[in-house]
């Protein structure tokens, strides 16, 4: 089992920084990758970001916040960090961490965290 415990929304400014935290804590060891979606107002949830767990940590994002957004992982601490720089209203939505892990293979998900950007 795993937990995640997902921290750092809020209220910013078009232009602003805010930086989400996914703190994990269980069978950690079992994590092979980090995603991030996000749910804006009567949309799906889309992936935003992806970090592999394992190897050099490689990344991906979707081209809408690629150069703004940035998803990082302190091993130490068992928490990835999703960086969001030059916020649009655009980005207004609910964020969600979510870890792939094995044995047994399943995801695990955040409570989610609202981010809301003015105009």
């Known amino acids: 089992q795993v937990q995640l415990v997902e921290s750092g929304g809020g209220l910013v400014q078009a232009g602003g920084s805010l930086r989400l935290s996914c703190a994990a804590s269980g069978s950690t060891f079992n994590i092979i990758a980090f995603d991030w979606y996000r749910q804006a107002p009567g949309k799906q949830r889309d992936l935003v970001a992806t970090?592999?767990?394992?190897?050099?940590?490689?990344?991906k994002y979707v081209d809408s916040v690629k150069a703004r957004f940035t998803i990082s992982r302190d091993n130490a601490k068992n928490t990835v960090y999703r960086q969001k720089n030059s916020l649009k209203p655009e980005d207004t939505a609910v964020y969600y961490c979510k870890v792939m892990a094995i044995q047994p293979i399943r995801a695990y998900w955040g409570q989610g965290t609202q981010v809301t950007v003015s105009s």
């Open positions: 970090l592999s767990a394992g190897g050099g940590g490689n990344t």
